[in-house]
């Protein structure tokens, strides 16, 4: 079974997704780490992550792997540990950026469709449901409001002791959701069959259980 995790910048699809996988021994892939992976590479090559031309020059040469290590999944580029570094805000922005670019969703949308091939999976990002999965058996689209969404992340880079506002953290929500909404190739949208859950006024919890009810219903999954 594939399940179809979208949305927004800091709707709380990883947290989401993380554990929805673990309750049903599912494998989780989380694709907005891909790309933030590619975007740290862009930083350190000095490359500007707006630029296509350059950015499809390198992108046959970055190398991106996943391994699980203590149930964790952890980021690899090369043989760097990037799990931490690719949440940074300006890594944010950079993998926002690349994503717009044809030639490194390609080549990433390649390696998420093998990943999917052969196991259960929830998978989460902007254009899963849409383009990556789009037979994918379940189709979430998890929203909230900007200054929710805000609000979380600002948090959540607090506590990792990474220095930074609420109003940075809004802006560089509302930029991304700019940037991955008016995209030409596979922008962030509702795939026509999803479901839409605004996860603004709910728990975690309570958004695990509405997932979890329409996994049942579509699946018969005893969880």
Request: cysteine-free.
């Amino acid at each position: 079974m594939k399940i179809a995790i979208d949305g927004p910048a800091g709707a709380g699809k990883s947290t989401i997704s993380k554990e929805i996988a673990k309750r049903l021994g599912f494998i989780y892939i989380d694709t907005g780490a891909m790309y933030r992976s590619v975007g740290l590479a862009a930083l350190n090559a000095a490359i500007d992550t707006t630029n296509e031309d350059e950015l499809s020059r390198i992108i046959e040469d970055i190398d991106i792997s996943i391994k699980n290590i203590d149930n964790t999944q952890r980021f690899y580029l090369g043989v760097d540990d990037v799990t931490e570094k690719i949440r940074e805000p300006e890594v944010s922005v950079a993998a926002s950026n690349v994503a717009v670019v044809p030639a490194v969703r390609l080549k990433l949308v390649e390696l998420q469709r093998r990943l999917a091939e052969s196991s259960d999976v929830v998978m989460d990002g902007r254009d899963i449901g849409t383009y990556v999965l789009p037979n994918a058996e379940l189709k979430i689209f998890l929203t909230a409001s900007v200054d929710e969404r805000a609000e979380r992340r600002f948090e959540e880079l607090k506590a990792k002791n990474v220095d930074t506002t609420f109003d940075a953290v809004k802006n560089d929500i509302i930029y991304r959701d700019k940037n991955d909404s008016e995209r030409e190739f596979a922008p962030l949208k509702p795939a026509h069959d999803s479901v839409i859950i605004d996860s603004t006024d709910l728990s975690i919890e309570e958004v695990i259980d509405k997932i979890l009810g329409l996994v049942k219903e579509r699946r018969n999954v005893i969880i």
